[in-house]
């Protein structure tokens, strides 16, 4: 199956800490990614993971899809990793590497998005423009400055 990488670095004026609690709580993604509108069934029995169901919004020609997506969510010292199964056969890997930068954190966000040829296009778009967005939505969450891209 065909693969995109998709790489954004920034800084949030938050501690490594703080942003990282942020970023391992499943109801935190409503909103910080775009698309998503709820989270449900959320598992936190394993150690070091957690599984949940996003709903993911999507409108097109003027019709609304909400599209549930079985997550799980990885940690490892000041990493969060997950894969996302989306139906159609749109596979998503994640990572967020954070680091101290600074008074605040720096992010390394990368997404492989793979997909069949058809919709690639369309999947690694979409996860594009929620990788931009969600950079600015966690740097106003959690200060009161902005993102600054790399």
């Known amino acids: ?3 995109r990488v998709l790489v954004n670095t920034f ?3 938050a501690a490594p800490e703080k942003v990282f609690a942020h970023l391992t709580t499943p109801e935190s993604y409503v909103g910080l990614s775009p698309l998503v509108v709820a989270v449900r069934d959320v598992d936190r029995s394993e150690p070091g993971v957690v599984r949940y169901t996003s709903v993911e919004r999507f409108r097109f020609l003027g019709l ?3 599209n ?3 997550v799980t ?3 490892e010292g000041l990493s969060v990793r997950g894969q996302v199964r989306s ?4 596979r998503l890997g994640y990572r967020f590497d954070l680091s101290p930068e600074g008074p605040g954190t720096r992010v390394a966000d990368r997404l492989d998005v793979s ?4 919709l690639l296009g369309f999947a690694a778009g979409q996860a594009r423009k929620v990788q931009l967005a969600r950079a600015g939505i966690l740097a106003q969450r959690l200060s009161e400055g902005s993102a ?3």
Request: proline fraction near 12%; charge should be neutral; glycine fraction near 8%.
């Open 148 to 150: 600054r891209m790399s």
């Open 87 to 90: 139906p159609g056969g749109v």
């Open 68 to 70: 549930p997506i079985a």
């Open 115 to 118: 997909a069949a040829w058809f």
């Open 64 to 66: 609304r899809y909400d």
């Open 1 to 3: 199956m065909p693969t």
């Open 73 to 75: 969510l990885l940690t």
């Open 11 to 13: 800084h949030v004026d």
